[in-house]
């Protein structure tokens, strides 16, 4: 199946034809370089890696245009750290691909999203916050690091 896409933006016009993936990326290189200022190109780059990150953790994660991006696998049987850094993986990204106001998320979402005990994911989140994977926001909320990212794309990559 094949995409296309039409963009014009003032005397610029560029068209766009092929696979998905493809087109996709012709697209992201076209705004980068023609409207540096416009908020997705700037959004995407400003985050290392996001096309990484998304392909690595294919296996535990699904997207949804209504949705965004959705855990798709038992956070439970995955070590707690890995499992708390996935979780805070797609409430960022999902925050860059315009689906959620914020990236950040409470201990006690994160608890119930893992299935474990609060204390139990209130311990993780000190230790990640002290390796600096993840950083304390407002009043007890969290949010993935870049640092966090790359360890995750790591993890995943041994998986």
Same mark, same amino acid.
């Given at each position: 199946m094949q995409l296309k896409i039409s963009i014009t933006y003032g005397d610029l016009r560029a068209d766009f034809e092929g696979d998905p993936a493809d087109v996709y990326q012709s697209v992201i290189k076209f705004l980068e370089k023609n409207i540096p200022t416009y908020? $997705? +190109? #700037?959004?995407?780059?400003s985050s290392a890696g996001v096309e990484e990150v998304l392909d690595k953790i294919k296996d535990w994660v699904s997207?949804?245009?209504?949705?965004?991006?959705y855990l798709r696998?038992?956070?439970?049987?995955?070590?707690?750290?890995?499992a708390l850094l996935l979780y805070a993986s797609t409430r960022y990204l999902n925050k860059l691909?315009?689906?959620?106001?914020?990236?950040?998320? $409470? +201990? #006690?979402?994160?608890?119930s999203a893992?299935?474990?005990?609060?204390?139990?994911?209130?311990?993780?989140?000190?230790?990640?916050?002290?390796?600096?994977l993840l950083k304390r926001v407002g009043r007890g909320g969290y949010i993935i690091t870049p640092y966090g990212l790359d360890y995750l794309v790591e993890f995943s990559s041994k998986r």
């Open positions: 908020s $997705l +190109a #700037s959004r995407l780059r997207y949804d245009s209504s949705h965004g991006i696998t038992d956070l439970s049987r995955l070590p707690t750290a890995e691909l315009g689906h959620s106001e914020s990236g950040e998320f $409470l +201990a #006690s979402e994160a608890a893992l299935g474990k005990p609060e204390k139990t994911v209130s311990g993780r989140l000190s230790e990640l916050v002290q390796k600096s």
